[in-house]
Nanobody, 115 residues
Framework: QVQLVESGGGLVQPGGSLRLSCAASGIIFSRYTMNWYRQAPGKQRELVAA???????NYADPVKGRFTISRDNARKTVYLQTNSLTLEAPPVYYC?????????WGQGPQVTAPP
């Protein structure tokens, strides 16, 4: 059974940073591309960043230069370093992979802004 377990969400100030983690189990992690998506309230889920098995990375235009995706195959974990966050509508970030014969999603760590 494939599982993606995310961590690292929480309260962040505008312009601040978070490091999100996604630990995978049930798949041969090193073989597959890993993705981070986000979904803001009332909006569609969008691809933020992807990293291939060969460590090639791609980013959505809005986050280029501010976000960094990386992976640790020994720990079966993918990371998303988010800098200079804008928090008009804090999104939920989801880890994803279509490896292992399916389409698997994490539970989504919430990024929240202070009141």
């Amino acid at each position: 059974q494939v599982q993606l377990v995310e961590s690292g969400g929480g309260l962040v100030q505008p312009g601040g940073s978070l490091r999100l983690s996604c630990a995978a189990s049930g798949i041969i992690f090193s073989r597959y591309t890993m993705n981070w998506y986000r979904q803001a309230p009332g909006k569609q889920r969008e691809l933020v960043a992807a990293i291939t098995r060969g460590d090639n990375t791609n980013y959505a235009d809005p986050v280029k230069g501010r976000f960094t995706i990386s992976r640790d195959n020994a720990r079966k974990t993918v990371y998303l370093q988010t800098n200079s966050l804008t928090l008009e509508a804090p999104p939920v970030y989801y880890c994803n992979t279509t490896g292992g014969g399916g389409d698997y999603w994490g539970q989504g760590p919430q990024v929240t802004a202070p009141p």
